[in-house]
């Protein structure tokens, strides 16, 4: 059977399952990159390289892929995508790539819940027991870590991340009503550049080759997975390919032994599926698709009010 033939929602899930492994390297090159380079110029380091490359496709394809509408909204949703890889990175160092993306499983619900604090969106019942038992997932998986009730910075780290990660992923939404999936993927970098590119000056370590080759892998899997991510939702439902997400979780594991010879203690794999069994109940008779079209409306709403999405400058395109 070729792949053409195929239900949509079965490739769907293929291409989600391959970004999801593809994900995971760029965990892995993030965490090969030496430790004397601060994580400020890896990701200074990643910026730089994945926009040599953006840039020598712009040269063949032209500039208009990357006109936005929008450039407010790409600042701000460049500033959180790369706080979200500061933050993630950092607790890479500190932890296996397994329990930081067991942290970061809790994004859907922090999603969910910037709506309700931003946007006023109806706290249900099912919204607040998705969250609580969320929350003790977190916990469960943080008991190992925890010097009386203190947290690890990694694991800090790894939450803050998901929180601003989850707040990308609001502008995103918006975004994609008048935004190529080129110039969502260009102007991230440019920000990157402009910001961390300075700060990354001030204590800058001389890095050797195989850095800098571990930090342009990290930039080149990480677009791959954006692709095939886009292509998974292209072609089948986001209920469908959005449990295929989970495999992060065994795809990272085998990374942690292939590489670093070490595995996450039994308990992570508990805690990471209270958190996955919350986010299903979001997903329960439809609520999760329900929730991510109304944050869809209403931040767009919220974006044109706020002049997030730059509106006067240009007018709202018809919908088809």
Same mark, same amino acid.
């Given at each position: 059977?070729?792949?053409?033939?195929?239900?949509?929602?079965?490739?769907?899930?293929?291409?989600?399952?391959? /970004?999801?492994?593809?994900?995971?390297?760029?965990?892995?090159?993030? +965490?090969?990159?030496?430790?004397?380079?601060?994580?400020?110029?890896?990701?200074?380091?990643? /910026?730089?390289?994945?926009?040599?490359?953006?840039?020598?496709?712009?040269?063949?394809?032209?500039?208009?892929?990357?006109? *936005?509408?929008?450039?407010?909204?790409?600042?701000?949703?460049?500033?959180?995508?790369?706080?979200?890889?500061?933050?993630?990175?950092?607790?890479?160092?500190?932890?296996?790539?397994?329990?930081?993306?067991?942290?970061?499983?809790?994004?859907?619900?922090?999603?969910?819940?910037?709506?309700?604090?931003?946007?006023?969106? +109806?706290?249900?019942?099912?919204?607040?027991?998705?969250?609580?038992?969320?929350?003790?997932?977190?916990?469960?998986?943080?008991?190992?870590?925890?010097?009386?009730?203190?947290?690890?910075?990694?694991?800090?780290?790894? !939450?803050?991340?998901?929180?601003?990660?989850?707040?990308?992923?609001?502008?995103?939404?918006?975004? *994609?009503?008048?935004?190529?999936?080129?110039?969502?993927?260009?102007?991230?970098?440019?920000?990157?550049?402009?910001?961390?590119?300075?700060?990354?000056?001030?204590?800058?370590?001389?890095?050797?080759?195989?850095?800098?080759?571990?930090?342009?892998?990290?930039?080149?899997?990480?677009?791959?997975?954006?692709?095939?991510?886009?292509?998974?939702?292209?072609? #089948?439902?986001?209920?469908?390919?959005?449990?295929?997400?989970?495999?992060?979780?065994?795809?990272?594991?085998?990374?942690? !032994?292939?590489?670093?010879?070490? !595995?996450?203690?039994?308990?992570?794999?508990?805690?990471?599926?209270?958190?996955? !069994?919350?986010?299903?109940?979001?997903?329960?008779?439809?609520?999760?698709? #329900?929730?991510?079209?109304?944050?869809?409306?209403?931040?767009?709403?919220?974006?044109?009010?706020?002049?997030?999405?730059?509106?006067?400058?240009?007018? +709202?395109?018809? +919908?088809?």
């Amino acid at each position: 059977m070729t792949a053409t033939r195929l239900s949509g929602n079965f490739r769907g899930v293929l291409w989600m399952t391959a /970004a999801m492994a593809s994900g995971v390297f760029v965990d892995v090159c993030a +965490k090969l990159v030496s430790h004397d380079v601060p994580t400020s110029q890896i990701l200074a380091m990643r /910026a730089l390289t994945t926009v040599a490359v953006f840039l020598v496709i712009i040269m063949f394809m032209g500039t208009r892929q990357i006109r *936005t509408r929008r450039p407010v909204a790409h600042i701000a949703r460049g500033v959180l995508w790369y706080g979200s890889l500061f933050f993630v990175f950092f607790a890479l160092r500190q932890m296996s790539i397994a329990e930081v993306n067991a942290y970061l499983f809790i994004e859907a619900l922090l999603t969910v819940m910037l709506a309700v604090v931003i946007l006023g969106e +109806k706290l249900t019942t099912r919204k607040i027991i998705a969250t609580l038992l969320g929350l003790v997932g977190v916990w469960v998986m943080c008991v190992p870590r925890m010097d009386g009730f203190g947290v690890p910075l990694g694991v800090a780290a790894a !939450l803050i991340g998901a929180f601003c990660f989850s707040a990308q992923t609001l502008f995103a939404k918006v975004l *994609t009503r008048t935004e190529t999936n080129f110039s969502m993927l260009f102007w991230p970098q440019i920000i990157a550049v402009a910001i961390w590119v300075p700060i990354a000056m001030i204590t800058w370590y001389p890095a050797s080759m195989a850095d800098w080759l571990y930090a342009s892998g990290a930039g080149f899997f990480a677009m791959l997975t954006n692709y095939m991510v886009l292509r998974a939702v292209r072609v #089948a439902d986001a209920s469908v390919v959005s449990p295929a997400a989970y495999t992060a979780l065994p795809f990272s594991v085998a990374m942690d !032994l292939i590489f670093f010879d070490m !595995l996450p203690v039994p308990v992570i794999f508990i805690g990471a599926g209270i958190v996955v !069994l919350a986010v299903m109940l979001l997903d329960y008779k439809g609520g999760a698709k #329900a929730v991510e079209d109304a944050v869809e409306e209403e931040f767009a709403e919220f974006a044109e009010s706020s002049e997030i999405g730059d509106e006067e400058a240009s007018p +709202k395109p018809a +919908k088809a």
